[in-house]
């Protein structure tokens, strides 16, 4: 098929250039023009409510209260027909599904007027109006697949989110003018005229099949697979093999489904639902970034539902304005909005979903507290465009995101999930926030919505992501900012303040926190879902949090000072014996207590040699600057994993060498018993020792109650010569692991191993 084929049958092709090349395909066009018409629509008939509102409450303080009513009207239907409006989207022909939705949703709207006596028979219609819109969205986007080119996902949606703002801009402004000059019975009337005017538009749209998207699919992922092997750096990303992982998987689940329609389901249209809400709530649960983008939607619209009944009743009340300058400033909203969306679709198309988020959220909030602040009226005009355009790209972000994550054989599930949990939290911040602004006032509300914001901002990167491999020191900027707390808060504040961040850290990191789980299992022996277990992955982390107090606070100086203070070493013969044989001393410990502190204790006893240590390298570059600058102003010289020759120097010269721990870092270990079940642990230490003739010197350093610390060093372990050096290399790796069984069972608390020793 040609490229011209491709647009003339509404394909926008992946080697099309160009933002904006995306409206030279008739498809997409109809259904951008055709969203605009059915969300200008939407927006009126709010304007229109609005004015009703206001005219009920003639002559008193307006109650956010009654706004409240209507938006859970609005949100109410996504619960009971969210997910069944996704359903039959996978079922029946999307297009005719929008065309029947705007059709339906004309005719009620234009009923409104006729019945406007009766409150109760407008909130009725407008429950209807709602729940068929939820059909019209399942539809619109589930559709959008089978109109662009998986590539041009991100841009279409951000183009479709311009649709969404630019009739957030046309249809509270327009419709507020509208309403006020002519009252709420021509807004409704004109609203159900915007809804033929979308029925008409969608009705020249012509669909892609199912199989032409499998075999569009099938070659991007073919491309993808080859570039990820042409770039090394790409391919050592853990996020971007999860990614991978996740397209490969959906793609398997597509060539599995049926090419052009379903097979007939024998049972009842009750069974069939229940079987495909099922099977769509399943499909989205194997991908932790679709369940990620449905929190992080439901979060922004949570924050929208709260600011939606907080804003109406400010300028009310405050300033006195009426439906036109309140559809000015919702409009203002949309004009943000739609920056927002061009720019994120614009510059970062191809950005971490994650990261876009976070900014996101972030500034949303942080411009929600300065709308709170604002004094005068132009000031909370500016706010509003700000935060319309810091909420959009989290909007186009998690839209990208399922098209991306979900087969095409269940999108439309998927939309309907999202979109029944994003509404019901807008619904829900919407009623909360018409309580709480008639109790507290729509400013003290929004300073607090708007720190939540930010609040989950701040922890939303480490929602549903994969941690294994995160350590707080690859972020410089993090280390920077701990070194400076560290050196000059008192160190049991630190700790009290370290406990805090790790049972945070020990809920949104939940790779870490299984690991942990594991660990603590094996150590106590006790299940992994036990009370027991959990307590102590609890202390782990808070142990770990304590290590990175005393690490950063030997940075800042002040607990250096301390350290001949702070940390009495036992068994320092034990070290001394192993040296005179003069091929130096492999000093062997786990990640228990601090061996930072130990190492810095060491360095300050006057007749030892100097010492190295073997460590992994920071991925960061200016984090692994900052790291080994850190251990060697303390004494400690830092010899990179992978660098052999350093190594053997270093014994050579009668120096002591320290090998921290008790998981793999890439090579290959050796297979032991570690608390009753077999574990691989690395066997660097026995294969140096036997190479160079250097004793084992296995040392720990342990935390004490009082923060002070003791330093426990063991008899060393002389290798002896021998010609099996395979079965030599397992023996010595057993012993040092019977030694580290012995310190982490008396310490387990202070095992800070937040990776699973045995596996998963």
């Known amino acids: 098929m040609t490229e011209r ?13 160009g933002f904006f090349n995306l409206f030279r395909s008739r498809g997409f066009s109809l259904l951008w023009a055709g969203s605009l018409m059915s969300q200008a629509g939407d927006h009126l008939n709010l304007m229109a409510l609005t004015a009703l509102i206001f005219a009920v409450s003639a002559g008193t303080r307006t109650s956010g209260l009654e706004f409240s009513k209507v938006l859970l009207l609005a949100s109410a239907p996504v619960l009971f027909f969210g997910p069944i409006s996704g359903v039959y989207a ?64 991100m841009q279409a949606n951000a183009l479709l989110n311009v649709s969404t703002v630019a009739a957030l801009i046309v249809g509270p402004w327009g419709g507020g003018i509208l309403v006020e000059k002519y009252g709420y019975t021509m807004g409704f009337l004109a609203d159900s005229g915007t809804y033929i005017i979308s029925a008409t538009l969608v009705a020249f749209i012509a669909l892609r099949s199912i199989s032409e998207i499998t075999a569009e699919r099938t070659a991007e992922l073919a491309e993808h697979r080859k570039a990820m092997g042409e770039s090394a750096k790409h391919a050592l990303s853990a996020h971007s093999r999860a990614e991978f992982a996740e397209e490969a998987a959906k793609l398997g689940h597509e060539l599995a489904a049926p090419i052009e329609e379903e097979a007939e389901v024998i049972g009842s249209t009750y069974h069939r639902l229940v079987r495909d809400l099922k ?12 369940v990620y983008s449905t929190i992080s939607s439901a979060s922004a619209m949570m924050l929208s539902g709260f600011v939606l009944i907080a804003l109406p009743v400010l300028v009310r009340n405050e300033f006195q304005m009426g439906t036109a300058g309140l559809g000015q400033l919702f409009s203002l909203a949309g004009i943000g909005m739609l920056v927002g969306s061009l720019v994120v679709g614009r510059f970062f198309a191809h950005a971490q979903r994650r990261a876009i988020i976070a900014v996101s959220m972030a500034l949303a909030g942080v411009t929600i507290v300065a709308m709170a602040a604002a004094g005068s009226l132009l000031g909370l005009s500016f706010g509003i465009f700000l935060a319309g355009l810091f909420i959009a790209p989290t909007n186009v972000t998690c839209d990208t995101i399922l098209q991306e994550m979900m087969t095409d054989t269940s999108i439309g599930k ?21 309580f709480i ?15 939540a914001g930010v609040a989950f901002a701040a922890i939303s990167p480490f929602l549903y992501a994969d941690t294994s491999k995160l350590n707080l020191l690859n972020a410089y900027p993090v280390m920077k900012l701990a070194t400076s707390v560290a050196a000059r808060i008192p160190r049991r504040l630190s700790y009290r303040l370290a406990g805090a961040l790790s049972g945070l850290a020990a809920f949104l990191l939940r790779t870490k926190r299984n690991s942990a789980r594991s660990n603590a299992s094996r150590v106590i022996g006790h299940p992994e879902d036990s009370r027991e277990v959990k307590a102590l992955a609890r202390s782990m982390f808070r142990s770990y949090g304590h290590y990175y107090v005393d690490f950063f606070g030997l940075t800042g100086g002040g607990l250096w000072r301390q350290v001949r203070d702070m940390v009495r070493v036992e068994g320092l013969d034990h070290l001394k014996h192993a040296l005179k044989r003069g091929k130096g001393a492999i000093f062997v410990t786990a990640h228990v207590g601090s061996w930072d502190m130990g190492a810095a204790a060491l360095a300050q006893v006057e007749d030892l040699p100097s010492m190295s240590a073997i460590v992994e390298p920071v991925t960061d570059g200016a984090s692994d600057e900052a790291v080994t600058m850190m251990r060697e102003v303390r004494g400690l010289n830092v010899i990179p994993l992978g660098k052999p020759m ?6 050579k010269r009668n120096e002591i060498v320290f090998l921290v721990g008790e998981s793999l870092l890439g090579a290959r270990g050796v297979d032991v018993e570690f608390f009753g079940e077999k574990a691989e642990l690395p066997k660097g230490a026995a294969w140096l020792a036997l190479k160079s003739g250097a004793a084992i010197v296995p040392g720990f350093c342990i935390r004490q109650p009082d923060g002070s610390y003791v330093g426990h060093i063991e008899r060393p372990i002389f290798p002896e010569c021998t010609d099996d050096f395979d079965t030599a290399v397992r023996s010595y790796t057993q012993r040092i692991a019977h030694v580290f069984e012995d310190y982490i069972g008396k310490y387990p608390e202070q095992w800070c191993m937040l990776q699973s020793v045995w596996g998963q």
Do not use: C, H
């Open 646 to 651: 350093r190594i053997w120097r270093a014994l």
């Open 279 to 290: 099977d769509g709530l399943s499909q989205m649960r194997r991908s932790p970034l679709v």
């Open 414 to 434: 998927a939309f309907g999930f999202r979109d029944m949990v994003s509404k019901a939290a807008f619904g829900l911040g919407g009623i909360l926030s018409g």
């Open 90 to 153: 996978d079922r029946v022909s999307r297009k005719t599904m929008m065309i029947t939705s705007d059709l339906i949703r004309a005719g009620l709207v234009a009923l409104v007027p006729f019945v406007s006596g009766s409150m109760a028979a407008v909130y009725g219609i407008i429950f209807l109006v709602y729940t068929v819109n939820r059909f019209y969205l399942s539809a619109k986007s589930a559709a959008l697949p089978q109109i662009v080119s998986g590539g041009k996902l």
């Open 437 to 451: 602004v008639d109790i507290t006032g729509p400013r003290q509300l929004m300073v607090v919505v708007g720190l």
């Open 5 to 17: 084929a491709n647009i003339r049958d509404g394909l926008v092709n992946e080697r099309t250039k």
